[in-house]
């Protein structure tokens, strides 16, 4: 499976930006990775609700 990673790219962000570019980066792609795996067949179980 291939590795999902959000960057922001630098190039021409102000300091606030530059401070929060690392938090932000592991939350868009922890996001990311949790909404990937949600759409994944193999993660996805039947809920002992349905019949």
Do not use: C, N, Y
């Amino acid at each position: 499976m291939q590795e999902l990673h959000v960057t922001i790219d630098p190039d021409g962000a102000d300091l606030a930006v530059q401070r929060l570019q690392e938090p932000l980066e592991a939350q868009l792609t922890s996001a990311l990775q949790r909404a990937a795996d949600t759409r994944s067949p193999a993660t996805t179980t039947a809920s002992p609700w349905t019949r």
